[in-house]
């Protein structure tokens, strides 16, 4: 039987959470729109947006300098974008074919994630790497760490 894709909103208590060589920490400002349904990709998709100033390293002049005109320059990029393209599934569970978009450069980037459904609710978990330099942030050969593991873990309930 044909389903219709799921609307989803995020709710509390989601992490994006990075850590590298030298900056760890989270960015603890997610929106976006969520629909998705396992048995109707093509009608599924993540429009995201992190809010670069939400950034947490747990520490204030490190928090500072990353979002400085040096490192992501939130005066000038303040958001960082996802938006998926299409969505497949894959033996390890699906993965988002899109673009993401942060300080001025936009890429087209896969995110694999899983998702779990119980009920009304649901969570969406990813693990992908960034790397600075293909966003042109920072200078290329720095002391702090060219990738960036994320972890993301996105709990959402049915609109």
Do not use: C
């Not at 890429?107 to 969570?123: A, L, R, Y």
């Not at 990738?147 to 959402?156: D, F, G, R, W």
């Amino acid at each position: 039987t044909w389903k219709a894709s799921q609307s989803w909103t995020i709710i509390d208590n989601y992490e994006v959470k990075f850590t590298s060589e030298d900056p760890s920490g989270v960015f603890t400002s997610l929106k976006g729109d969520v629909v998705f349904h396992p048995e109707d990709l093509s009608s599924s998709y993540f429009n995201m947006t992190i809010d670069v100033k939400s950034i947490n390293t747990g520490n204030g002049m490190q928090n500072q300098h990353a979002v400085s005109a040096e490192w992501m320059d939130a005066e000038k990029y303040p958001e960082i974008k996802f938006a998926s393209r299409n969505i497949e599934a894959t033996d390890k569970g699906y993965v988002a074919h899109g673009k993401l978009k942060m300080h001025g450069v936009e890429k087209d980037f896969d995110i694999p994630f899983k998702f779990e459904k119980n009920g009304s609710k649901g969570v969406f978990k990813g693990k992908f790497d960034v790397n600075r330099n293909d966003f042109n942030i920072g200078v290329p050969g720095k002391k702090a760490s060219d990738v960036l593991h994320m972890e993301v873990t996105v709990p959402v309930s049915t609109k």
